[in-house]
């Protein structure tokens, strides 16, 4: 076993990688860029080289710094992640010459693997099913349209070099051909630098269903089933989970002997894996195609993980290091069920417009640790809910990378407690700062489609109408979760539980209290009413809320029980805004401030907001200081760049309501500017 390796990547699969190295006893060394001077990834290592700026092509990708980060510090070989190097050969090659070893396949594996074209060429040779269609070198617009009329529409044109969901057209009509495939073209070139496409049937209501497979420098090459990632959006996947729903063992060994067939024929050495597309026949089986093989490590490789008991990055270190293959075909045993969904940084409300910002809040489920099987024995150590990430509360979520905040593992005895076990976990995960996937994501798991196994690429567009734009929690029980917090504040400041105390409320006198509240641009108001016999009574909007009894559990959970019906929420604030949470679903809201919107043209126009994620480097006033329109107020720093914000209108600054050296959310109101 190698005694260091270099980590060349980032995120959630650099600090995954680390975990394992470490319990194998083997010492990590991170790769990292400015914006990554702090990141956990670089934690978790025990050493750490700057490699260069915040663009991809500017640190992970710059292979020679890598390379020499290496050399210098004395690892031993390379583990690439997924993306960034992974794929490519010239890299491979590189460590080679340099006496590193490469954990992943061999160069000449990912050069076969690396044109979708040739390698179906090269599968056809090898037996393995391929999607009827057309993936010669000769990329004549004419002789494509005669192949796809051949072929028979619908057909998708795909970017021979493609990748990551990019490069792909799919065409119904044969008048629509010679467009799609001059725009298919143009995006391969752009994106990866070489236009050859190839055009195969397009096959309806697809299932994505891949095989992990593992080889050893032995010639051993084993397959460790399937994961079936079908939940896609615009063909990146969305959930992915293992066993694939309705698999027989018959076509799932069938389906493992093609994948090791293909691996076999590239002389495959390492973690991969052979995605097929699948489709339904009359008689309820699947027929499977050969789709692509990935050669590298993939990101929901956790699913697999969890239904067989081993660490595919332990294997890929005792791969890379000449050892055989830990466990032989018949070793190789499915228990239960896991899903894999991946929560990302994203408004899918907003067309799934990728967000950054701080992570104000991030919180996670409880986990277990360990499960044992019925004999009490510890047959293999799936945790219920696991998860994979990169980053902590208060770090953010920059432009530079791809979007993705974390993965949410889950394991269940079979797919209905997996299930189960998901939606609790989603509603368990609270993200405070910026727009992410997690409430459609639970949408979607709990969707009929979903939970039906009734699985196919089209799945969330079919959905479509459920798990878009839907309500969050009720806005009376958001109301009751802000009321809740604000009177635990006031006990915490004043030892003493307000409704207790005659002058306890200082806004309309003793009995009554109004919240103002805005959701998105639209005000509310939550009136709080103490009756005779001493209970509250809550109303919103003018309508009877019913009795509201309200308790602090720590912990920013609150017990709140709202008309005879009893929750658990937790509520977090930030700045002005509180976000609640409850098993019903999750509702942010804002503190309205009446007088202050009543100001001429004092809305929000008037407010000093941070305009980008960032952290505060300065404030030039204090509290009680009367300021001018234009007068430099504060500075913050974001990407690596300051930058200076002045008062939006005269003023006195009331109050700062952040410190020097917080991390800020985009939006978040740095100071409260009084009128003069
Ligand atoms: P996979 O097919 O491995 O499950 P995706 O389809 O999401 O993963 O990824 C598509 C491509 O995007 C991958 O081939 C990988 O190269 C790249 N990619 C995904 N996530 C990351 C990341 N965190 N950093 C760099 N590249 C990534
Ligand atoms: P990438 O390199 O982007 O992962 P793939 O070739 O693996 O590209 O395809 C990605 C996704 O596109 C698949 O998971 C599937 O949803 C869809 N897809 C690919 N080929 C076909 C096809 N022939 N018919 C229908 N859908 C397809
Ligand atoms: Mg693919």
Redesign the pocket.
């Known amino acids: 076993m190698f005694k260091k390796i270099l980590i060349a990547n980032r995120g959630e699969i650099a600090c995954r990688v680390a975990r394992t190295a470490r319990s194998l006893g083997v010492r990590t060394v991170a790769v990292y860029s400015d914006a990554d001077a702090n990141a956990q990834h670089v934690r978790a290592c025990d050493e750490a080289v700057h490699i260069g700026g915040n663009a991809a092509k500017d640190s992970y990708l710059q292979w020679q710094r890598i390379l020499a980060a290496a050399k210098a510090t004395g690892a031993q070989a390379i583990h690439p992640g997924y993306g960034f190097l992974s794929e490519n050969e010239d890299f491979a090659r590189a460590c080679a010459d340099q006496g590193l070893v490469f954990i992943g396949p061999p160069a000449d594996a990912i050069a076969a693997m690396g044109s ?1 074209a040739a390698a179906k060429t090269l599968m056809e040779q090898a037996g393995v099913p391929l ?1 009827p ?1 057309y993936h010669g070198r000769d990329n004549d617009p004419a002789l494509l349209a005669r192949e796809a009329d051949r072929i028979g529409y619908p057909v ?1 044109i ?1 970017a021979s070099a ?7 057209r ?1 065409v119904d009509r044969a008048e629509d051909f010679a467009a799609s495939l001059a725009s298919c073209q143009r995006e391969a070139k752009a994106s990866f630098g070489d236009d050859h496409v190839l055009v ?4 309806t209501r ?1 299932r ?1 269903i891949e095989i992990q497979v593992f080889g050893d420098a032995q010639g051993n090459c084993v397959y460790l089933f399937e994961r079936d ?2 939940v ?1 959006r615009r ?1 990146q996947k969305v959930l992915e989970e293992a066993p694939a729903p309705g698999m027989s063992a018959v076509r799932r060994a069938e389906m493992g002997a093609a994948a090791v067939a293909a691996a076999k024929a590239v002389g495959y050495v390492g973690a991969g894996t052979v ?1 097929f ?1 699948a489709e339904p026949t009359a008689d309820g089986d699947i027929r499977f ?1 050969f ?2 093989m ?1 050669t590298r490590l993939q990101v929901e490789h956790p699913v697999t993980e969890a239904i067989t008991g081993h660490d595919l990055v332990a294997w890929q270190l005792l791969v890379a290091s000449g050892q055989p293959l830990p466990a032989k075909q018949d070793e190789l045993k499915i228990h239960g069920h896991a899903v894999e969904a991946r929560i990302c940084a994203e408004n899918p409300d907003a067309g799934f417009l990728p967000a950054t910002g701080s992570l104000h809040v991030l919180r996670w489920p409880a986990h277990v640790a360990f499960i044992r099987n019925a004999d009490g024995e510890r047959f293999h150590d799936p945790a219920p809910v696991r998860v994979d990430t990169g980053v902590v509360e208060g770090d953010a979520i920059s432009p530079h990378y791809d979007s993705m905040i974390a993965k949410l593992i889950v394991w269940g005895e079979d797919r209905a407690q997996a299930l189960a076990r998901l939606d609790a976990a989603l509603q368990g995960t609270h993200i405070v700062g910026l727009a992410t996937n997690v409430a459609f994501l639970r949408r979607v798991a709990a969707s009929a489609s979903f939970s039906g196994a009734d699985l196919d ?1 089209a799945l969330i567009e079919r959905e479509r109408a459920n798990v878009l734009e839907q309500p969050g929690l009720p806005l009376p029980l958001a109301a009751a979760g802000v009321v809740a917090q604000a009177i635990a504040a006031e006990v915490a400041l004043e030892g003493q539980d307000p409704w207790s105390k005659r002058n306890g409320w200082r806004i309309h006198g003793t009995a009554r209290r109004r919240f103002d509240l805005e959701v998105g641009k639209t005000p509310h108001v939550a009136t709080l009413e103490r009756l005779h016999d001493g209970a509250t009574r809550l109303t919103v909007d003018g309508e009877a809320q019913g009795v509201l009894a309200t308790r602090a559990l720590g912990g920013d959970r609150y017990d709140v029980s709202l008309g005879g019906a009893r929750h658990t929420l937790s509520v977090y604030l930030h700045g002005e805004r509180a976000a609640v949470f409850a098993d019903a679903g999750t509702l942010e809201l804002q503190e309205y401030d009446p007088i202050a919107h009543a100001g001429a043209g004092a809305g929000a126009a008037g407010r000093l907001t941070a305009p980008m994620p960032g952290k505060v480097i300065a404030f030039m006033a204090k509290a009680g200081d009367t300021v001018k329109a234009g007068q430099p107020l504060a500075v913050m720093e974001a990407m690596k760049m300051e930058h200076t914000l002045s008062a939006p209108r005269d003023g006195v600054v009331a109050e700062l309501l952040f410190a020097v050296g917080d991390q800020v959310a985009e939006g978040s109101e740095l100071l409260k500017l009084a009128e003069v």
């Open positions: 979708k999607v269609g998708l795909k493609g990748g990551g969901g990019r490069g792909m799919k195969e049937r397009y096959v697809p994505h990632c079908s896609q063909h995605e597309i195609y789709m692509e990935n690429t």
